[in-house]
Every structure is written in structure tokens, then in C-alpha cells.
């Protein structure tokens, strides 16, 4: 596609429940990431794939957190048994090697 | 940890001022990037200034780069309304990976309004 699609755009779940979270990068991108924005606060790193390299998972806050790229595309990222804490914008960002591109995000809230 | 700050955190300006925000970094870099937020959604890319340039032009965009002192600053001139949103800094740094388009490091943002 034009460019990196995020769904849902919105999510409202209860704590304790698990969520997934899906990423459209561009065709042809090689690397994915996802980051993860609290309100007001600048964006957390939490997870890279690149091409067919072991993904840096480096930023993922806890072992709730996972995340799978299937056929070096489409990217899901799960969140089992929510908190309230991870209520955030999380946010995929796909790269050709010549810049990234943001999608619009998924607003999580956690009640 | 993240690996840009911004200064100043909020900035209020009116239409025709131009409007300056810095960023400091920790590491060295391989470059550095510019994003404007609007309503804390979807990042735009603006403006991206490798480690070996001191400046960069875009429309009314200036960036600047001074590895020595690691920081870089953001001018908008002649700011418009349409300016307002929050403005990053990311940095891709060097001696994690060979790989120049790794992760992005986030500041924390420059919360930018320009009132008419």
C-alpha cells in the first residue's frame, strides 16, 4: 500500500485481557518497528525486525509483550493479560533503507 | 534509555516568528532525524541530517548538526499556524549495528504553538 497501515485505530479492553495489535508496512519494506507513546511523553522503542534477521526485542517492557512477522510482511503485536500501564499509542514504522515511515497508530486503553 | 532531549519542552509563538528547538544526544550517531506529531498520532518525517553534514535545508526548515557538542537544532521560519504539534528528534546511533536505518531513539519532544 501508499503507506504503513495500523489496525485498530482504537481499542478498548479490560484489564486482563489479551490484545492484538496488526501492522501493514509498506510492500517492499525489509525492516518493521514498533514503538510505544504515553500521553505527552516521547515515543519508547519496543521492538525491530529486519529482513530475516532474529528481531531486537530489546525494548519490550515484559514478557506480556510479543510480537511476529509473518513472511517478512504483516506484523502483530500481542499484549497478553493488560495492565493499566499499557495503556499508550503504539505506533508501527516500516523502512526501505532510505527512511521511515509512520502509520497512524493504535490507541490501547486498558479499563 | 532515550536517547534525545529537547529543549525547550514547550514553545508559544506567534505566526511570522521563527521557532527554535534543540535536541542533545548521548552517543555518537549515524543521523539524525526531525518528526512533527499532530494530536499524538501518526509521525511526519522531516528532515533527516547525516553525521557528516553541519546543515540541512528543507522549504523553512534548518537543521543543523554539531556532533562535538552532540546536539542539533530545529528552526522553522516565518511559522504558521499550521505549524503547531509536537516536534522530535530520533537518532540512529552507531556501534549497536552496521545497519545505518536501525532503531530510532526518541527525545521527549518540543511542544510547539503558534497562535495567528
Known amino acids: 500500500g501508499a503507506g504503513v497501515s495500523q489496525s485498530p485505530s482504537n481499542k478498548v479492553t479490560e484489564k486482563g485481557k489479551d490484545v492484538e495489535l496488526r501492522c501493514d508496512p509498506i510492500?517492499?519494506?525489509?525492516?518493521l518497528y514498533w514503538y510505544r507513546q504515553s500521553l505527552g511523553q516521547g515515543l519508547e522503542f519496543l521492538i525491530y525486525?529486519?529482513?530475516?534477521?532474529?528481531?531486537?526485542k530489546s525494548g519490550l517492557p515484559s514478557d506480556r509483550f510479543s510480537a511476529e512477522r509473518t513472511g517478512g510482511s504483516v506484523s502483530t503485536l500481542t499484549i497478553q493479560r493488560t495492565q493499566q500501564e499499557d495503556s499508550a499509542v503504539y505506533l508501527c514504522?516500516?523502512?526501505?533503507?532510505?527512511?521511515?515511515?509512520f502509520g497512524s497508530g493504535t490507541r490501547l486503553t486498558v479499563v | 534509555s532515550q536517547q534525545g532531549e529537547e529543549d525547550p519542552q514547550a514553545l508559544s509563538i506567534q505566526e511570522g516568528e521563527n521557532a527554535t528547538m534543540n535536541c542533545s544526544y548521548k552517543?555518537?550517531?549515524?543521523?539524525l532525524q526531525w518528526y512533527r506529531q499532530n494530536s499524538g498520532r501518526g509521525l511526519v518525517h522531516l528532515i533527516l541530517?547525516?553525521?557528516?553534514?553541519r546543515e540541512k535545508h528543507s522549504g523553512r526548515l534548518r537543521v543543523t548538526l554539531d556532533t562535538s557538542k552532540k546536539s542539533s537544532s530545529l528552526l522553522i521560519t516565518a511559522s504558521r499556524a499550521a505549524d503547531t504539534a509536537s516536534y522530535f528528534c530520533?537518532?540512529?546511533?552507531?556501534?549497536?549495528?552496521?545497519?545505518?536505518?536501525?532503531?530510532?531513539?526518541f527525545g521527549a519532544g518540543t511542544q510547539v504553538v503558534v497562535t495567528p
Open positions: 530520533a537518532t540512529v546511533w552507531t556501534g549497536m549495528t552496521t545497519d545505518s536505518w536501525g532503531k530510532l531513539q
Open positions: 552517543t555518537s550517531i549515524n543521523n
Open positions: 525486525f529486519q529482513g530475516n534477521s532474529a528481531p531486537d
Open positions: 541530517i547525516r553525521s557528516n553534514e
Open positions: 510492500s517492499g519494506h525489509t525492516a
Open positions: 514504522a516500516s523502512s526501505g533503507g532510505n527512511g521511515y515511515t
